[in-house]
């Protein structure tokens, strides 16, 4: 079975332009995870969605981010207009639950660079 | 709220060195406890986790005890390679089946 993908692997763009993150999740995985990596802040969740519901979306850190899940195979995370502060590696993760008993799959991951 | 704090890294040994790396939790219930790998370049993935107070978990020669009394779960092996390379992250989730929690992650280098 294909793990998670995660397009485009890098993206380098100027402030001020939009940006939009895809992820395909494992097949009959339930829960979908939005992670961003800083160096600073580490791994922190942005947004999860259960069979495309968005659950909490605490973590998004402003109203220039945005996440949807259309159906239980895509889902895209956008940032518009970009900063150079959003520069980071985002993750896409799935599994089956939301972590207790289950195991999170995550992607390679879609390193974000903003000048 | 649910936290999980590592050692700083980055940790650098020589193969067939012992590996320690602390990690200690703050829960209100009874967590499920989890390691986590992430290789060069790559997604994490899991590596060994625990449910209990006192199991312990292991896999490709790391294991970790969860210890209730002291909070911690920290990870170890006996004897690293240069394999081994690699962003080590502790992790917990809750009871309720609440979404993992992640330290920021201890870097380890094995040098030959």
């Known amino acids: 079975d294909a793990g998670v993908i995660q397009s485009p692997r890098h993206e380098v763009t100027e402030m001020g332009q939009e940006v939009t993150l895809r992820c395909k999740p494992i097949?009959?995985?339930?829960?979908l995870f939005w992670y961003r990596q800083t160096m600073m802040r580490g791994l922190e969740l942005l947004i999860y969605?259960?069979?495309?519901?968005?659950?909490?979306d605490s973590g998004m850190p402003e109203d220039r981010f945005s996440a949807k899940m259309p159906n239980a195979s895509f889902s895209t995370l956008k940032i518009q207009p970009s900063e150079p502060r959003d520069s980071a590696v985002y993750f896409c993760a799935s599994s089956r639950d939301r972590g207790r008993t289950g195991e999170l799959f995550f992607g390679e991951g879609s390193r974000l660079t903003v000048l | 709220g649910d936290s999980v704090t590592q050692m700083e890294g980055p940790v650098t040994l020589s193969e067939e060195a012992f590996l320690t790396i602390n990690c200690t939790y703050t829960a209100t219930g009874y967590p499920s406890l989890f390691w986590y790998v992430q290789y060069p370049g790559e997604g994490l993935q899991l590596l060994l986790k625990a449910t209990k107070a006192d199991d312990k978990g292991s896999n490709k020669g790391f294991e970790a005890t969860y210890r209730k009394e002291t909070t911690s779960f920290h990870l170890e092996k006996g004897s690293v390679q240069v394999s081994d390379s690699a962003v080590y992250f502790c992790a917990l989730s809750e009871a309720g089946n609440t979404p993992l929690v992640f330290g920021k992650g201890t870097r380890l280098s094995v040098i030959a």
């Open positions: 097949s009959g995985h339930d829960y």
């Open positions: 969605f259960n069979n495309n519901v968005p659950i909490d």
